[in-house]
């Protein structure tokens, strides 16, 4: 029975050692992001939050940040290649459904890498991937309604498309009071789980009044 105890103890220290390991490089990851003000500053934390995922194999937070981080870096950098950008993004999205499936944060993820693919060509691309970018926020909808993200997104989104083809700032300005509305009683998981918006809910806001 003593020799069980011990067997038990082991496992539960290792485990709880392992644990920490792990929160103390995405913690590390969160601040690197925090600071990061560049492209290439934003890719450099994509990169080691996907060295973070590829270690541990069995979260997928790292995966992502890491898919978040390069789409970030897209949006920043006018010459990047988006398309190239969002073929890795879509890999990590994979690595990260694989071991969390119906995510309401990675159908956000899917979300923002259709709208980065789409403004490459507008006039061209606005029906394809506009269609998966509307999809994916309906389902992060469906799977988590109170979550404030998926609405900040698609206000975003729907702020900068004209009103002859359903946007404008009078349908983005409710998304944004509901996202706002939600924030008020939003709380991460825990404090590695993705908890921004928030601010940029209430200034997007602001601009639609």
Not at 30 to 57: I, P, Q
Not at 76 to 100: G, R
Not at 114 to 125: E, K, T
Request: aromatic share 10%.
């Amino acid at each position: 029975m003593k020799k069980l105890l011990l067997t038990v103890a082991l496992f539960v220290t290792i485990g709880l050692n392992a644990q920490t390991k792990f929160e103390s490089a995405m913690q590390n990851g969160l601040a690197k992001m925090k600071e990061s003000k560049t492209a290439d500053e934003m890719n450099a934390t994509a990169s080691f939050f996907e060295r973070v995922g590829d270690a541990e194999k069995t979260q997928w937070l790292p995966y992502y940040y890491a898919a978040r981080n390069y789409t970030i870096a897209a949006f920043m950098n006018p010459s990047a290649d988006k398309d190239k950008v969002a073929e890795k993004v879509n890999a990590l999205i994979a690595k990260a459904e694989a071991i969390e499936k119906d995510n309401a944060e990675i159908f956000c993820l899917k979300q923002q890498v259709a709208v980065m693919q789409l403004v490459v060509d507008p006039m061209s691309r606005w029906q394809s991937y506009g269609a998966i970018a509307a999809e994916a926020i309906a389902k992060a909808k469906a799977i988590d309604p109170n979550n404030p993200r998926p609405y900040l997104l698609e206000g975003q989104y729907l702020m900068n498309v004209p009103e002859a083809f359903g946007g404008g700032k009078a349908v983005a300005k409710k998304l944004f009071e509901k996202s706002v509305e939600l924030f008020e009683n939003f709380k991460p998981s825990s404090a590695l789980h993705p908890s921004w918006g928030k601010e940029q809910a209430a200034q997007l806001l602001a601009a639609c009044q």
